[in-house]
């Protein structure tokens, strides 16, 4: 029989639980900040018409970026 007053064994739940709990928590902070852009939307669109001036990217690429954002 399992004694439930043992010290030990409520360490041991508390433990666990902690440990899931702080996984639980962990992903879930992890999957609001991957929503979120890195820049503001109008800052990417400079970059991208800078890159386009300067010729890194073409007018293609451009444009697909500026669509996907």
Same mark, same amino acid.
């Given at each position: 029989? &399992? =004694?439930? =007053?043992? $010290?030990?064994?409520?360490?041991? $739940?508390?433990?666990?639980?902690?440990?899931?709990?702080?996984?639980?928590?962990?992903? !879930?902070?992890?999957?609001?900040?991957?929503?979120?852009?890195?820049?503001?939307?109008? &800052?990417?669109? !400079?970059?991208?018409?800078?890159?386009? =001036?300067?010729?890194? &990217?073409?007018?293609?690429?451009?444009?697909?970026?500026?669509? =996907?954002?």
């Amino acid at each position: 029989m &399992i =004694d439930f =007053d043992s $010290f030990g064994l409520w360490a041991m $739940f508390a433990f666990w639980g902690s440990a899931v709990g702080g996984i639980f928590l962990a992903v !879930q902070w992890a999957s609001k900040r991957s929503k979120k852009s890195p820049a503001p939307r109008d &800052i990417i669109i !400079q970059s991208l018409k800078k890159r386009l =001036d300067d010729g890194e &990217i073409s007018r293609e690429e451009y444009e697909r970026r500026c669509k =996907d954002l």
